[in-house]
């Protein structure tokens, strides 16, 4: 494999993303829509444990419609990110702005997609879906009912709309979460290892599916996983963090159209390229 | 290809026999104790013949001024009454605790130095504040009913998920909104039981107010009067109208409850 060919399908951007020349390669016309500069998180010990340094120093710039991916090994401290970014959790030093406002909570422009699905037991499939429509009081009960069916569909849960969460596979469940997310038409979709609990033919059937989704949808995604090749099969760019106390290591554009296959000769060279990658990164 | 068996008539009668073969130890034992009385083998004013028992609970229900029948009803709009206050108090008090650590920190000492009262001590305390000794009974009953109801519902509102709290967060709706949404359901779905010991609570309070503050008509007080006057089947008519409905209670209206949510949600297999 020659540099020349790799680069058509990457870019590695830089190492440490330097908050005064933030991915000059990337299209400078797409406005950033999530800033972090010098991001710290700091959880304070309980019952007199040491306090942990679980994010130390990052900073990087999300672009409108951009799917970013933060692959990281578990316990990195990339998930903790997302929350912040979802406004669950705040930082303890720097700035995280979102269309350059301060985060200050949870917002309804942010849906979320947990690992565990998070759907509500005493509510149907439709219910489920419906749930932010309803929560959010400025839609009809026409309104909610039509937007929840048509997800119903969108997501290939057609005749199951009836159906209780626990009658559900996991692959399901994680339709329902993903439509509950998608019906409020966020600008950002955030998803917090959302396969991860999956068996394999659910995970990839999903990762099709996330793809078609994200490139109809006017959405910014951000991704959270430690599995390489879900990230290299649907990122446009890939923040590698490292261990904790997270840092990003590496920032990587793949330009591949999505869906990719997962076993073409070009995804695998950016899996090899990739696994090389953080092979060699400072913390191995 | 399946093949579906018609349920056959005799089918389902064995299939009855077998859910309520417990039933036929009741029988047997009532059975025996007709024999024995009613042969005049044991003689004891204080245990009367099955039979009479059974026509006494008949006259009460459906003869002359229906006095049983009455009495259950008093009974029963007691109990109702105080055991629903009990419920909204149990579970507005346990949700609120399970919600926020320092209520809990607040009204657990309380608690806690309640839970080891029973409830007939309250009786006499609460003779002397208030007048009213309809009051008094069905405040027995929501003193003694609260306490199971408050515990579950404590439990349940703690063991919402914390992602599910953030998913009912996300949408920035009202507090309320999100109480009724999430909160109320959340919690309900680990609340049954502690409902059912909740009725049972409530029960033997009200049967045992009755009997003390002596007022209006009851089960407690028809018991309590049959025995100044030595009416000893209706005093057993008493208690097994008490056992009956006690039972019906418990077994036709939780499973009914269940049925129509946790176990339809598919959380109870």
Redesign the interface.
Known sequence: MTAGTMEQKMQRTSSDVPSEKPDAELSTTVPKVIEARHVRKIFAGAHGEPAVVAIDDISFDIRRCEFTVFLGPSGCGKSTTLHMI?G?EQQTEGSLLLNGQAIR????D???V?Q?F?L???RTVLGNIA??L????CFTRAEISERARHYVEHLGLAGFANA????LSGGMKQRVAIARTLA?QPEFILMDEPFAALDAQARDRLIVDVSLIANEQNTTFVFVTHDIREAIRLADRILVFSPRPARIVESIAVTLPRPRDAYSAELLDVDRYMRSLIGTGPEG | MTTIIAPDSRHRLLTLLDRYSSLWVVVVVVSIFQVVVGTGLLHNPAIPAPTAVFASLYRGLFEGQHLLFLATLDTLGRLLLGYGVAVLFGAVLGILAGRHPDFASTVHPIVALWIPLPAIVTIPVLSLWLSADEAVIVLTVIFSGWIPVYLGALQGARSI?A??L????????SEW??VC??II??A??HMIPSLRVGMGYAWRAVIAAEIIVQHGRGIGITIFAAREFFDVPTMYAGVLMIAVLGLALDHLVFPAVERA?IK????LT
């Not at chain 1, 209780?164 to 009658?167: E, I, K, Q, R």
């Not at chain 2, 339809?264 to 959380?267: A, K, N, V, Y």
Request: no cysteine; proline share 10%.
């Open positions: 979802g669950f909570g949870p917002g309804p942010r849906g979320i947990f565990d998070v509500f037991p005493w749930f932010g309803e929560m959010m009081r209780y969460p626990s009658t409020v | 998920s992602h599910q953030w998913v009912m967060r996300a949408y920035g709706a909104r999100q949404k999430v359901p959340g309900f779905v949510t339809r949600w598919g959380l």
